[in-house]
């Protein structure tokens, strides 16, 4: 079993959309959670950073954790067609050991 | 630009050739990491660099590979006798010290024939 698992999609929804994105992982060491937003041959974007459990909001974009049920979601408000892209989620311990694990990642497709 | 730099963007090398990738990071950053993703795949971690020093290297790091980082500012990660199963995209990422995020840059994409 992976340490965090993703489904990875495709997923495709109309423009205007709610979308949620979810990651489950294993290690209840990880305390730090990101999501990234990745394009075709480019490069991961950070999207959201959270830290152990709770909500984060930024513009359309509300990250969610939590850790009793080690569970994390990512949700994008008012999709929109740029928004299509591969989600990774990505996770820290506390250790220190800078070592990001990710998901293997989400497609969103995003319709006009 | 102020992001972190790759060089070059994509590469195209013959089976047991090998290949070098520079990566420069954030002005400041000291702090530097490798990862490799295949497609369908997220990134894996392979190193990491903190100023000149490599600190840790994944399992995945076989004999083959080997990065540097001298006056820990960029960084090169060179891969001997290349093999069909290097081909995937090489990213190089870094941090600074008061930062908890890592920032990626746009990778180098490997294709071994």
């Known amino acids: 079993q992976k340490e965090v698992e993703q489904d990875p999609g495709p997923l495709s929804v109309p423009e205007g959309a709610i979308v949620s994105l979810n990651c489950t992982y294993s290690n209840s060491a990880f305390q730090y959670f990101m999501w990234y937003r990745q394009y075709s041959r480019k490069g991961p974007e950070l999207l959201m950073y959270t830290y152990s459990s709770g909500n984060k909001e930024d513009g359309r974009f509300t990250a969610q954790v939590d850790k009793s049920s080690k569970y994390i979601s990512l949700f994008i408000r008012d999709s929109q067609p740029s928004d299509s892209a591969t989600y990774l989620c990505?996770?820290?311990?506390?250790?220190?050991?800078?070592?990001?694990?990710f998901g293997t990642g989400t497609r969103l497709k995003v319709l006009a | 630009d102020t992001g972190v730099s790759q060089d070059p963007r994509h590469k195209i090398t013959k089976r047991g050739q090998n290949v070098t990738f520079r990566c420069d990071p954030i002005?400041?950053?000291?702090?530097l990491y490798w990862y490799r993703q295949t497609l369908g795949q997220g990134p894996e971690f392979l190193t990491y660099f903190q100023n000149e020093a490599q600190l840790e290297k994944s399992r995945l790091l076989s004999d083959r590979f080997s990065a540097e980082r001298p006056k820990g500012s960029f960084s090169t990660l060179e891969i001997q006798r290349t093999e069909q199963g290097d081909s995937a995209m090489y990213l190089c990422?870094?941090?600074?010290?008061?930062?908890?995020?890592?920032?990626f840059g746009e990778g180098s994409w490997l294709t071994v024939v």
């Open positions: 002005s400041e950053h000291n702090r």
């Open positions: 990505a996770m820290e311990p506390t250790s220190g050991t800078y070592k990001y694990i």
């Open positions: 990422a870094s941090r600074g010290d008061s930062g908890n995020t890592i920032y």
